[in-house]
């Protein structure tokens, strides 16, 4: 190959790379403020523990509906987006990274061959979602943080001021603005192993329609089952990412430090059904949110690269 085709595919491979990064980036953006209340009413699930809270208390919520009727009451409208703008700053990085990540790992795992098998869709899958969370972990201590406060909307401190507070108090570290990080590897790797195993592999099994509309529906139909399933898979990793990250049942005390020691502790004490606290809302935000963000990215990136590629 000549230098200058070299360099013709080094351009090429990087604006691929750049459309990538924008289409994944918008996907992000637009899921995260359409589904966030969801994932709040998740967190507050997650993160309480029965037996320092009695069923009559106001402070303890006994499904979803319940805590959103309560934090409407006690915590005003607003308090559904709390905790919005870690995910909001992080969602741009975290998507364009997911996705780019994707796309050069399932490369990376067709070993040279001209179509991805399900193997290298979901390898690839795993390998972008254990990279993201890398990058978000200390986006994620900061959003249960805010999230966990059950203060009005308006009382609540800055993000800025809580991620201050975090690494004034705890550090950097793993028992400060990076606790959880393991918790957050696994549930991010287990969850976009079988989300784009599952999409880019079952999609092609369905004929695609020539109506728009039709193929509209075939394409969410197979993103809400591909964010459904992955949900089920992976909400133990989740609620164990919750308590390590979240407030402790006992004030300056750790109870929640590992991720295996804290899914033990759970099912010991609350039975093995509480490590799937949260999944109704879970499922409710990233069977649609899945759907959102697979579509949103084809299409971003679909547009993209007719107009720059």
Same mark, same amino acid.
């Given at each position: 190959m000549s230098t200058k085709n070299l360099d013709n595919t080094k351009q090429s491979l990087l604006k691929q790379a750049g459309l990538q990064i924008i289409a994944g980036g918008s996907a992000g953006f637009v899921e995260v403020c359409l589904m966030h209340p969801l994932d709040l009413v998740k967190t507050r699930l997650q993160i309480q523990n029965k037996i320092n809270n009695t $069923?009559?208390?106001?402070?303890?919520?006994?499904g979803v509906l319940d805590c959103?009727?309560?934090? =409407?009451?006690?915590?005003? @409208? *607003?308090?559904?987006?709390?905790?919005?703008?870690?995910?909001?700053?992080?969602?741009?990085?975290?998507?364009?990274?997911?996705?780019?990540?994707?796309?050069?790992?399932?490369?990376?795992?067709?070993?040279?061959? %001209?179509?991805?098998?399900?193997?290298?869709y979901s390898l690839a899958g795993l390998g972008a979602g254990a990279t993201e969370a890398v990058i978000v972990n200390s986006f994620e201590v900061v959003k249960v943080t805010l999230q966990s406060n059950r203060a009005k909307s308006t009382e609540i401190p800055s993000t800025f001021s809580v991620a201050r507070n975090i690494i004034k108090t705890e550090g950097f570290g793993l028992q400060g603005l990076n606790k959880g990080l393991t918790a957050t590897i696994a549930r991010n790797g287990v969850f976009n192993m079988i989300y784009f195993g599952f999409y880019h592999s079952v999609k092609d099994y369905f004929p695609?329609? #020539?109506?728009?509309?039709? #193929?509209? /529906?075939?394409?969410?139909? +197979?993103?809400?089952?591909?964010?459904? +399933? $992955?949900?089920?898979?992976?909400?133990? *990793? %989740?609620?164990?990412?919750?308590? /390590?990250?979240?407030?402790?049942?006992?004030?300056?005390? /750790?109870?929640?430090? &590992?991720?295996?020691? &804290?899914l033990l502790t759970?099912?010991?004490?609350?039975?093995?059904?509480? =490590?799937?606290?949260? @999944? @109704?809302?879970?499922?409710?935000?990233?069977?649609?949110?899945?759907? /959102?963000? @697979? =579509?949103?990215?084809?299409?971003s990136y679909d547009y993209l690269q007719q107009k720059f590629l």
């Open positions: $069923a009559s208390s106001e402070l303890y919520y006994k959103f009727r309560k934090m =409407l009451r006690n915590e005003g @409208l *607003f308090s559904f987006w709390k905790g919005i703008v870690p995910p909001i700053l992080a969602e741009t990085p975290k998507r364009a990274t997911k996705f780019l990540c994707f796309e050069q790992y399932k490369k990376i795992f067709m070993f040279g061959s %001209d179509k991805a098998t399900p193997q290298a695609a329609y #020539e109506e728009p509309m039709k #193929e509209f /529906i075939r394409k969410v139909g +197979i993103g809400f089952t591909s964010g459904t +399933i $992955a949900s089920f898979a992976n909400i133990p *990793f %989740d609620v164990a990412k919750s308590r /390590i990250q979240g407030p402790q049942p006992v004030s300056g005390q /750790i109870k929640y430090r &590992t991720t295996c020691g &804290t759970v099912a010991r004490e609350e039975g093995f059904s509480a =490590l799937y606290k949260g @999944l @109704l809302p879970k499922v409710m935000r990233l069977g649609p949110g899945g759907a /959102i963000m @697979l =579509l949103m990215y084809e299409f």
